[in-house]
C-alpha cells in the first residue's frame, strides 16, 4: 500500500486567485493521478502524471487551468488557476499501477468565494 | 460517458442489517474496486475484485462479479453507525489507465 498526503487540506479563496495543491507519497511511484469531486457528485479524473513527462489531461480539462508538475517519484503539484466558484471541489491524487489498487489521498476541500 | 451507475443512490437501514450497494458498468474490465468515502473526506480502498473472479470477501464485506452482465455489488453484514458513508465502485477498464468511478451510494446506518 501507499500512504499519500496532501497540503493543504482545505482552504477558502477568492475568485481569480490560483492555489497549488501538493501531494506526497511515502514511496516512488510512476503514476500519479489528479481527480476532482465536485459537491455531491462522483470522482472525474483531471490529469495523469507521470515523471519526466507532461501531464495527459482528460477531455474538459486544460493544461492552463490545471497546471500540473512531477519532479520526481513521490510528489506532485496540482495548481487551480483563476479560480471561480464553479471550482469549489475537493481535489484528490491517487496512485498505483496498472489493474491494481488505486490509492488516494485525504484529498483538499477548496471553496472559491 | 464511461462512468459506471450505482444504485440505490441513497440507502437508510438499521444497526445490525445487511446493506446492498450494485453498480453497473458498459465496458470490458481488468477489475473492479469498491471504496468508502467518509463525509467529504478521502477514499479508503475496500475490495478489489478482478474479471476472473466472481466473489470475494473481506471481513463483513461481500463483493460479487458478473461479467456477463456488466454488473457488481456490495454487501456488508451486520451493519454499524461507524459504516455510515458513501460508497463508490470504480471500474479498471481495459485498455485505459485510470479509474473509472460510479455515482455513488450514500449508506445511513442508524444506530
Known amino acids: 500500500s501507499a500512504v499519500i498526503s496532501q497540503k493543504p487540506s482545505r482552504d477558502i479563496c477568492q475568485r481569480g486567485t490560483s492555489l497549488t495543491i501538493q501531494c506526497q507519497v511515502d514511496?516512488?511511484?510512476?503514476?500519479m493521478f489528479w481527480y476532482r469531486q465536485q459537491p455531491g457528485q462522483s470522482l472525474t479524473l483531471i490529469a495523469t502524471?507521470?515523471?519526466?513527462?507532461?501531464?495527459?489531461?482528460e477531455s474538459g480539462f486544460v493544461i492552463d487551468k490545471f497546471p500540473i508538475s512531477r519532479p520526481n517519484l513521490t510528489f506532485s503539484t496540482l495548481t487551480v488557476s483563476n479560480m471561480s466558484p464553479e471550482d469549489s471541489s475537493i481535489y484528490l491524487c491517487s496512485v498505483g499501477r496498472l489493474q491494481e489498487t488505486q490509492y488516494f489521498g485525504p484529498g483538499t476541500r477548496l471553496l472559491v468565494l | 460517458s464511461q462512468q459506471g451507475e450505482e444504485d440505490p443512490q441513497a440507502l437508510s437501514i438499521q444497526e445490525g442489517e445487511n446493506a446492498t450497494m450494485n453498480c453497473s458498468y458498459k465496458?470490458?474490465?481488468?477489475?473492479l474496486q469498491w471504496y468508502r468515502q467518509n463525509s467529504g473526506r478521502g477514499l479508503v480502498h475496500l475490495i478489489l475484485i478482478r474479471s476472473n473472479e466472481r466473489e470475494k470477501h473481506s471481513g463483513r464485506l461481500r463483493v460479487t462479479l458478473d461479467t456477463s452482465k456488466k454488473s457488481s455489488s456490495l454487501l456488508i453484514t451486520a451493519s454499524r453507525a461507524a459504516d455510515t458513508a458513501s460508497y463508490f465502485c470504480a471500474t479498471d477498464q481495459t485498455g485505459a489507465n485510470n479509474l473509472f468511478f460510479g455515482t455513488g451510494t450514500r449508506l445511513t446506518v442508524i444506530p
Open positions: 502524471a507521470n515523471q519526466g513527462s507532461e501531464a495527459t489531461y
Open positions: 514511496s516512488q511511484v510512476t503514476m
Open positions: 465496458t470490458s474490465i481488468n477489475n
